[in-house]
């Protein structure tokens, strides 16, 4: 199994730039999820799925839209750059049973100039 | 709403100390869970404990302990022997028993042993 996989690892983005973040994973989870890391604040939420299909926004959702059209895969979209964005972003997969543990992607190293 | 809180920022000790990184979360739910990460210089995110609400017994594994006490809402890590290899930054988490598991992370706790 490959876990979770997301690419790309590094990303360097101008303002007003679109991209897509991807994140796959191959262990059959219902849950996928979305977070972002900023020094000093942790992980915070931006969007999660409890299944193909479904999706909804966490706690920092604005400036990103998610989409989940396969069980595997749960891609990032930003629409519109802006330094703020600039993060490291890291997408997990987890059973649907609370009790289970979240698997979590590399991470992806955003730089928005 | 939930909240995690790591009062230590960072902590650095001197290998073979014993060291304890604190952890108290806020919640209103009965049924919850609790998790400890670390996250290596590499970078990534490792899984170390899952506990949940219904189970305040201490947990042991090697020179890693927790203790979950309700009566407080905190769950503290405690490394015994810390070794070199054990600096990285601890994340404590919380998500509740609902359809949506959605991680409440503690903003961290930078730990530096030196040799």
């Known amino acids: 199994n490959a876990g979770v996989t997301q690419t790309p690892k590094f990303q360097v983005l101008k303002t007003g730039q679109s991209m897509t973040l991807q994140c796959a994973q191959d262990?059959?989870?219902?849950?996928m999820s979305w977070y972002r890391q900023d020094p000093g604040m942790g992980l915070r939420l931006i969007h999660y799925?409890?299944?193909?299909?479904?999706?909804d926004q966490g706690e920092v959702p604005n400036g990103y839209n998610v989409s989940r059209s396969t069980t595997e895969d749960f891609p990032l979209r930003l629409l519109s750059a802006a330094p703020s964005q600039t993060s490291v972003y890291f997408c997990?997969?987890?059973?649907?049973?609370?009790?289970?543990?979240?698997?979590f992607g590399p991470g992806t190293r955003l730089t928005v100039l | 709403a939930q909240k995690v809180t790591q009062a230590q920022t960072e902590i650095s000790v001197v290998e073979k100390e014993d060291v304890t990184l604190d952890c108290v979360y806020e919640?209103?739910?009965?049924?919850?869970?609790l998790f400890w990460y670390k996250q290596p210089p590499s970078g990534e995110l490792v899984f170390l404990i899952r506990?949940?609400?219904?189970?305040?017994q201490n947990e042991i594994s090697g020179r890693y302990s927790w203790n979950f006490q309700k009566s407080t809402s905190s769950f503290n890590f405690t490394i015994t022997a810390s070794q070199v290899v054990d600096s990285a930054v601890y994340f404590c988490a919380l998500t509740n028993s609902g359809s949506a598991r959605q991680l409440t992370f503690g903003s961290g706790t930078q730990l530096t042993v030196l040799p």
């Open positions: 262990m059959n989870h219902e849950y």
């Open positions: 919640t209103r739910d009965t049924t919850y869970y």
């Open positions: 997990a997969s987890s059973y649907s049973s609370p009790a289970g543990e979240q698997f």
């Open positions: 506990r949940n609400s219904f189970d305040e």
């Open positions: 799925s409890v299944g193909a299909g479904i999706t």
